[in-house]
Nanobody, 122 residues
Framework: QVQLVQSGGGLVQPGGSLRLSCAGS????????MGWFRQAPGKEREFVTA????????YYVDSVKGRFTISRDNAKNTVYLQMNSLKPEDTAVYHC???????????????WGQGTQVTVSS
């Protein structure tokens, strides 16, 4: 069993930055592909980015490429999402997830974080 606890998020002005963290429990954490998804009001959960167990493979949705960076520290059982040049359309609840049950970009993961609100507004 893996528990994921998220931190970070909040309110930021357009062009600003935020960093989200996702801390996992369990010895298997370092073996999991990890993903970040987001869900805006009235919309379906959307893939944002994922990282493989080694940290060498990273994947991004086109809308965040060049602005967001996913990374992980397996010694700390933590995955990070650094978000720069934030836009109002990035406003959503962000969820981390561990162990995809299908493709890394589908919202079908075994474990999920509790979600954290990111609001980009002036």
């Amino acid at each position: 069993q893996v528990q994921l606890v998220q931190s970070g998020g909040g309110l930021v002005q357009p062009g600003g930055s935020l960093r989200l963290s996702c801390a996992g429990s369990g010895r298997s954490f370092s073996s999991y592909t990890m993903g970040w998804f987001r869900q805006a009001p009235g919309k379906e959960r959307e893939f944002v980015t994922a990282i493989d167990w080694s940290g060498r493979g990273t994947y991004y949705v086109d809308s965040v490429k060049g602005r967001f960076t996913i990374s992980r520290d397996n010694a700390k059982n933590t995955v990070y999402l650094q978000m720069n040049s934030l836009k109002p359309e990035d406003t959503a609840v962000y969820h981390c997830a561990a162990e995809p049950l299908g493709t890394y970009y589908s919202a079908n993961y075994r474990y999920w974080g509790q979600g954290t609100q990111v609001t980009v507004s002036s």
